[in-house]
T-cell receptor, first 115, second 110 residues
């Protein structure tokens, strides 16, 4: 597609439920990032993929969070046993690595609300 | 840990010039980027500095001093549409993660 696509745009779930957030990056972009953003804060790094592998998952807050990118394109962020503190906007970005002018292109995000 | 410091809010007048500073302490550094985010929108890329000095793109310029771990974004001829949050971001290494600061909210007065 022309840009990074994230679905759903909004997700309301009950505490304790499982959710999956999807990111479809720009075609050909090998790098994919997941961030979490709370109101008035900057994007908080969660995980970074280079191709199919998670090159850096040091930002995942705990083992309830997991992300995959099985074919090196679409990625899914999975959150188990959701808590109210997980409520935030989850942003996905992709970039074409190997260039000097490294620009990350962001999707519009998924607003997750845990009630 | 990684630390990027920038002012939380800045206020300026339409037509004026404003500078938003960023200092960083990170375990790696390859380059410094700036992003703009309007309320309810996605962050969008503004500029990138890998080398010391000033990069100019229209009304926006960005500066980097690697020895001082410092950079700034300069916005000239401010327009009301420039009201947004601005984030500095560090690319940790070539083909590596990008870490963002907490953002500076820019308010523009008519």
């Amino acid at each position: 597609g022309a840009g990074v696509s994230q679905t759903p745009s909004n997700k309301v779930t009950e505490k304790g439920k499982y959710v999956e957030l999807r990111c479809d990056p720009i075609s050909g972009h090998t790098a994919l990032y997941w961030y979490r953003q709370s109101l008035g804060q900057g994007p908080e790094f969660l995980i970074y993929f280079q191709g199919t592998g998670a090159a850096d998952d040091s930002g995942l807050p705990n083992d309830r969070f997991f992300a995959v990118r099985p074919e090196g394109s679409v990625s899914t962020l999975k959150i188990q046993r959701t808590e109210r503190g997980d409520s935030a906007v989850y942003l996905c970005a992709s970039s074409s690595t190997g260039t000097e002018n490294t620009e990350a292109f962001f999707g519009q995000g998924t607003r997750l609300t845990v009630v | 840990g990684q630390s990027l410091e920038q002012p939380s809010e800045v206020t300026a007048v339409e037509g004026a010039i404003v500078q938003i500073n960023c200092t960083y302490q990170t375990s790696g550094f390859y380059g410094l980027s700036w992003y703009q985010q309007h309320d309810g929108g996605a962050p969008t890329f503004l500029s990138y500095n890998a080398l010391d000095g000033l990069e100019e793109t229209g009304r926006f310029s960005s500066f980097l001093s690697r020895s001082d771990s410092y950079g700034y974004l300069l916005l000239q001829e401010l327009q009301m549409k420039d009201s947004a949050s601005y984030f500095c971001a560090v690319l940790m290494n070539r083909d590596d993660k990008i870490i963002f600061g907490k953002g500076t909210r820019l308010h523009i007065l008519p």
